[in-house]
């Protein structure tokens, strides 16, 4: 038997008139912990980005959590091995190691795709893009 844990949610993003104009969504797999606070955080995250332009969206509840994510210790950055760490030792709850693990794939992501655009622009090489994606991947997993 295989188990594993994925969440997924979506929140509408409403104009004015109350039509739908975009959505959010966030889809966790392979989380065994914390997958669904994950979803809630990423959502929140795009949420905002709406709001504050002016639109509202179909869920406010999403808004509703606090969404802080503890201060790692010893003035590290949060990292899925630290992450990892820290949870298996019951210092973080399920829901705060679930914030943890969105943002810092948020944070990956953000990364790679900024040095994307940075090589489609020709603005780095090819082996810098390269050196910036092994960077992120290091800083994500925290190897």
């Not at 994925?6 to 997958?35: K, M, P, T």
């Not at 090819?126 to 994606?133: A, D, F, I, K, T």
Request: aromatic share 14%.
């Amino acid at each position: 038997m295989l188990l594993f844990g994925c969440a997924q949610g979506r929140v509408d993003i409403l104009d004015r008139d109350e039509n739908v104009v975009g959505y959010c969504s966030a889809d966790f797999n392979f989380h065994w912990y914390g997958a669904q606070d994950s979803v809630s955080y990423i959502l929140y995250l795009c949420a905002k980005e709406y709001i504050v332009k002016g639109y509202s969206i179909s869920d406010e509840s999403i808004l509703d959590n606090d969404y802080t994510i503890p201060l790692a210790p010893n003035g590290k950055n949060w990292n899925k091995a630290l992450a990892k760490e820290y949870f298996s030792q019951n210092l973080l709850t399920e829901e705060k190691f679930g914030y943890i693990l969105a943002a810092i794939e948020y944070e990956y992501w953000m990364k790679l795709n900024a040095a994307k655009e940075q090589l489609l622009r020709s603005a780095i090489t090819q082996p810098e893009y390269e050196r910036l994606v092994k960077e992120a991947k290091a800083e994500f997993e925290g190897s």
